[in-house]
């Protein structure tokens, strides 16, 4: 099969690759539709993927396809079937799964390689993480499902309720999807971020209150300043991986609020928290990573709902042949949205 192999930092190759068939338990989808994501960026820059990818190697791990094959032993699946898996499964046994924290699982298995003609996936993603995708639904649209799983999974932990003040600070794909998921469940949503067409879509998919930050990094002033703050909002979701942004967040939540640090922060770096402000005003602080079973599936309806529409957030479409100047593209462009690839 044709795939794109990563050999190091920034060298990517499309070459032919063998590709087995599946073992008992497993399938194999032909990929229609595979999706570039910001780990994928970092991990094209970096030429490896801690305890995931090391060159050569296929990478990659949004997906979904058609079913091409089907290993020994698997039932209520056939070849044909539309389908998205997670690029990940928990193993349901060790003592954070057994405390319902199964995205913390002590030996989650791992799936990349979806930028390929073809990818097997394992027996224990069959089991948990696969799932069918509706006659009417694009393939694009499918493979955002573990994108999304990840922000279900941080909306639930944020314990979200109708009628909450939410302020989303980062208007990138991530940002956007928590804007349309509390938008969906009632939520009135503020959003802090830059770019004009990113703000105008996050508009679309429901924030209330647009806080435009282009040019600007008085944060804590500007929200403070804005008629949705009040005394504070409920919940506030960081989406911008930015240590000051970290800080700035606890001061915008009111008393008893909760603060999700969902961006993912650059390795080895650290905050400073008003230790008095924490403790008078209870604030719960939270930073979701990964997903589960349960927010597969959710994220799975959700999209099968049209809350959240691949049209939202990929910016660009590619073949597999090209992708490696994709990859080199995005490198360039620091305001890069996600690619789909069409392979099928």
């Known amino acids: 099969m044709k795939a794109a192999v990563l050999h190091g930092a920034e060298d990517v190759r499309i070459e032919e690759v063998d590709i087995a068939d599946p073992d008992p338990g497993e399938i194999q989808v032909r990929i229609q539709a595979?999706?570039?994501?910001?780990?994928?960026?970092?991990?094209?820059?970096?030429?490896?993927?801690a305890g995931q990818i090391e060159p050569p190697s296929v990478f990659g791990h949004e997906f979904s396809g058609t079913i091409e094959a089907v290993g020994e032993g698997v039932e209520n699946w056939r070849e044909g079937d539309r389908v998205v898996a997670a690029n990940s499964a928990p193993c349901g046994e060790c003592s954070l799964c057994l405390h319902e924290q199964e995205a913390l699982c002590e030996d989650q298995q791992f799936?990349?390689?979806s930028f390929a003609e073809f990818i097997n996936v394992p027996a224990r993603i069959?089991?948990?993480?696969?799932?069918?995708?509706?006659?009417?639904?694009?393939?694009?649209?499918?493979?955002?499902?573990?994108?999304?799983?990840?922000?279900?999974?941080?909306?639930a932990e944020s314990r979200l309720w109708p009628g909450d003040r939410v302020l989303v600070i980062?208007?990138?794909?991530?940002?956007?999807?928590?804007?349309?998921?509390a938008h969906h469940l009632g939520c009135h949503v503020t959003v802090a971020g830059r770019h004009e067409k990113r703000l105008e879509i996050a508009k679309r998919l429901g924030a209330m209150h647009i806080l435009d930050m282009t040019g600007r990094?008085?944060?804590?002033?500007?929200?403070?300043n804005a008629?949705?703050?009040g005394h504070g909002y409920d919940v506030v979701i960081d989406a911008t991986g930015r240590p000051e942004v970290w800080e700035a967040s606890v001061e915008l939540a009111r008393k008893g609020g909760l603060?999700?640090?969902?961006?993912?922060?650059?390795?080895?770096?650290?905050?400073?928290?008003?230790?008095?402000?924490?403790?008078?005003?209870?604030i719960t602080l939270k930073s979701s990573s990964h997903h589960t079973p349960i927010s597969v599936r959710k994220a799975l309806e959700f999209i099968q709902k049209g809350v959240v529409k691949a049209d939202d957030f990929v910016g660009h479409e590619c073949t597999l042949e090209v992708l490696p100047d994709q990859f080199r593209s995005m490198t360039q462009d620091l305001h890069a949205v996600k690619t789909v690839v069409r392979i099928g």
Not at 36 to 46: F, I, P, Q, S, V
Not at 170 to 181: C, D, E, N, S, T
Not at 217 to 224: C, G, N, Q
């Open 34 to 49: 595979a999706l570039t994501g910001g780990t994928d960026l970092k991990t094209y820059r970096a030429g490896f993927q």
């Open 111 to 113: 799936l990349c390689g």
């Open 126 to 155: 069959v089991e948990k993480n696969l799932h069918r995708v509706h006659a009417d639904l694009s393939f694009a649209d499918a493979a955002l499902t573990q994108y999304l799983a990840c922000v279900v999974q941080g909306v």
């Open 170 to 181: 980062g208007a990138g794909p991530i940002g956007l999807m928590f804007i349309a998921v």
């Open 217 to 224: 990094d008085d944060l804590i002033e500007t929200v403070r």
């Open 227 to 229: 008629p949705s703050t």
């Open 259 to 282: 603060v999700n640090f969902f961006g993912d922060c650059p390795m080895r770096t650290s905050i400073k928290l008003d230790t008095g402000l924490l403790h008078a005003s209870n």
